[in-house]
T-cell receptor, first 114, second 112 residues
Framework: EAQVTQNPRYLITVTGKKLTVTCSQN?????MSWYRQDPGLGLRQIYY???????DKGDVPEGYKVSRKEKRNFPLILESPSPNQTSLYFC?????????????FGPGTRLTVL | AQSVSQHNHHVILSEAASLELGCNYS??????LFWYVQYPGQHLQLLLK??????LVKGIKGFEAEFIKSKFSFNLRKPSVQWSDTAEYFC??????????FGAGTRLTVKP
């Protein structure tokens, strides 16, 4: 089944404790992206990647890192999480034949930073 | 900076009522427009998209949207909503600098 998977789905952590949220897609998509969803703000793009080893900042990259060493994986890294990073995070991928592509979203990761 | 705005935060309708959700995008050169839906507990999924051609776009589940360039709008419509349309709806624009912008979302509640 074609899908985007994220792990973990739920995470409670404490300020300053490094964490990684994994994202994997099995559709051989070139484009992958991370978003955070906050009430009243919708989805905001954190980082995106147009191919292996190619990443770029989105709208709200501060406090986050990403890497794209393999086509299928695009982990989101919070080196020193803070309470303002408490949010619902979505990973997405698309074939990238242009900006007309549909994005396929993962199930979301709900992160709470205490 | 580019932006996409949605006017309605929460819309409550009765079944069979007509729906129109507003979406406006800022000018930024070429922009491709999308409506995504998030049903309770589910992933975001595509309803419809516009990038060229006929400005009236038809999507899944009876939804349609009209691209009006002069108004920078891409409103979502459905003639008769069902209880199963209860969800959150997001308008999004993919700008030509690879910037993807989402609106804040509109929560739709359909009363049976």
């Amino acid at each position: 089944e074609a899908q985007v998977t994220q792990n973990p789905r739920y995470l409670i952590t404490v300020t300053g404790k490094k964490l990684t949220v994994t994202c994997s897609q099995n559709m051989n998509h070139e484009y992958m992206s991370w978003y955070r969803q906050d009430p009243g703000l919708g989805l905001r793009q954190i980082y995106y990647s147009m191919n292996v080893e190619v990443t770029d900042k989105g709208d709200v990259p501060e406090g986050y890192k990403v890497s794209r060493k393999e086509k299928r994986n695009f982990p989101l890294i919070l080196e020193s999480p803070s309470p303002n990073q408490t949010s619902l995070y979505f990973c997405a991928s698309s074939p990238w034949t242009g900006r007309t592509d549909t994005q396929y979203f993962g199930p979301g990761t709900r992160l709470t930073v205490l | 900076a580019q932006s996409v705005s949605q006017h309605n935060h929460h819309v409550i309708l009765s079944e069979a009522a007509s729906l129109e959700l507003g979406c406006n995008y800022s000018y930024g050169g070429t922009v491709n427009l999308f409506w995504y839906v998030q049903y309770p507990g589910q992933h975001l999924q595509l309803l419809l998209k516009y990038f060229s051609g006929d400005p009236l776009v038809k999507g899944i589940k009876g939804f349609e949207a009209e691209f009006i360039k002069s108004k920078f709008s891409f409103n979502l419509r459905k003639p008769s909503v069902q209880w199963s349309d209860t969800a959150e709806y997001f308008c999004a624009g993919w700008y030509n600098n690879n910037d993807m912008r989402f609106g804040a979302g509109t929560r739709l509640t359909v009363k049976p």
